[in-house]
């Protein structure tokens, strides 16, 4: 009866001393003789030229990979020469024609890497103006070109992609508190002229809010910025509708004079539309322009909602 041996490498499954093949699998299970150092150890993996030769056209489709968001194309291996390679003898020749299509990669690399430099130092002195700290992504930048002047090309792309990631994140923070704090002072100066009294000065507004932006506290700042716009809107909820009726009688009036008022009528429609809709300061733009195109003027000449007496006289058609 033969005796068992170890399991199969392949699958684990139970082999018979006698059995050239795994019952199974059907994977060999005598891979011939090993060859061994003096000292009975096996002998390191050798690197043939042409084993060589495809990795580091791996390593070139690697660099064309994380320079891609460059918009730099690394420089590859040219087809013909890699099939030149596989059919001819000559493996170490095309290693060092390989070398130097690898020297002409980390050029287009490097190049690519102190222009996109250029181009974050200068986003990075736009955040420092409104304190956003910017010192460790201009040390890893440092570390991005050292990393490619030396031949480190995976290495600096990899870290470049992570500073270029870190800066948009605190634009894009940036960007939305200041588009929020400029849309919150465009409706304050829209109530204002249209006399909905806003719940704080606009120009006071725009110049704390404005220091706040630089001060470089962002989340406190979105908190505020949130906060008064809903006051803002409780406040808009109700005034709107009245100065939106009080508007519409007097272009029934202006139309019962003979006045032609179809324009200012669809206009006033939009606004409402919009407000109702959920766009508080497309409504508000649009009810402005209203104002000032029909010249509606309230006491003390202040834009407020529309009065019997006044005249549609500088109002275009």
């Known amino acids: 009866m033969a005796v068992d041996r170890s399991p199969c490498a392949q699958c684990g499954s139970t082999l018979a001393a006698d059995s050239d093949t795994c019952p199974v699998c059907g994977a060999a299970t005598d891979p011939g003789p090993v060859a061994t150092l003096d000292d009975g150890s096996s002998p390191p993996e050798s690197r043939t030229p042409e084993g060589e030769l495809a990795r580091r056209q791996a390593r070139l489709r690697q660099w064309q990979d994380q320079a891609e968001p460059l918009g730099v194309r690394v420089a590859q291996f040219p087809a013909w020469a890699e099939a030149a390679a596989e059919s001819g003898p000559e493996a170490d020749g095309w290693l060092e024609v390989m070398r130097g299509v690898e020297r002409l990669a980390q050029r287009n690399v490097v190049a690519a890497l102190e222009q996109w430099e250029r181009q974050t130092k200068s986003r990075l002195s736009r955040l420092e103006a409104y304190s956003v700290d910017g010192r460790l992504e201009r040390d890893q930048m440092d570390d991005v070109l050292h990393s490619a002047r030396t031949g480190e090309l995976s290495q600096a792309l990899t870290t470049y992609q992570q500073v270029d990631r870190v800066v948009a994140l605190k634009e894009r923070h940036l960007d939305q508190a200041r588009d929020e704090l400029e849309r919150l002072v465009s409706l304050f100066r829209d109530m204002q002229a249209l006399g ?85 300061e497309e409504a508000l733009r649009r009810l402005r322009i209203l104002a000032q195109v029909h010249s509606v003027r309230g006491d003390g000449g202040s834009p407020a909602a529309p009065r019997a007496d006044v005249t549609g006289a500088s109002r275009t058609t």
């Open 196 to 280: 909905l009294d806003p719940p704080v000065d606009p120009a006071e507004l725009a110049d704390d809010l404005e220091r706040e932006l630089r001060s470089g506290r962002l989340a406190p700042l979105k908190q505020q910025l949130r906060a008064l716009r809903l006051q803002a809107m409780n406040r808009l909820k109700e005034a709107v509708p009245g100065y939106i009726s009080r508007y519409g009688e007097f272009l029934v009036r202006e139309r019962s004079e003979g006045t032609a008022v179809e324009v200012e009528a669809a206009e006033l429609a939009r606004g409402a539309k919009a407000f109702v809709e959920g766009h508080p």
